[in-house]
């Protein structure tokens, strides 16, 4: 069983920066693809960014291109997600979660998700 937990959260001003963080357990971690996903208010939950085991392929929301970053490190079994230049309409609760595969993670995570962790960026 695959147990994720979210961390770095808060509340920030439009333009600031916070990193998420996502600890894994799991003896094969690393061949884990990971995502991030959100959802905000009122809202279902939507894909956010997306890293294969390797860390050699990312995908990205249109919405965060150029201003999230998703990486992992293998060693610490720990997935981040840098986010820069945060907009209000960033605000969510931010998940993470797990796949086999990065098209899966994309889609239909199938290994596990964390409980989230709140953003809240203010104008």
């Known amino acids: 069983q695959v147990q994720l937990v979210e961390s770095g959260g808060g509340l920030v001003q439009a333009g600031a920066s916070l990193r998420l963080s996502c600890a894994v357990s799991?003896?094969?971690?690393?061949?884990?693809?990971m995502g991030w996903f959100r959802q905000a208010p009122g809202k279902e939950r939507e894909f956010v960014a997306a890293i294969s085991w390797s860390g050699g392929d990312t995908h990205y929301a249109d919405s965060v291109k150029g201003r999230f970053t998703i990486s992992r490190d293998n060693a610490k079994r720990t997935v981040y997600l840098q986010m820069n230049s945060l907009k209000p309409e960033d605000t969510a609760v931010y998940y993470c979660?797990?796949?086999?595969?990065?098209?899966?993670?994309?889609?239909?995570?199938?290994?596990?998700w964390g409980r989230g962790t709140q953003v809240t960026v203010s104008s």
């Open positions: 979660a797990a796949g086999q595969s990065v098209p899966t993670v994309v889609v239909a995570p199938d290994l596990g």
């Open positions: 799991g003896r094969t971690f690393s061949t884990y693809a």
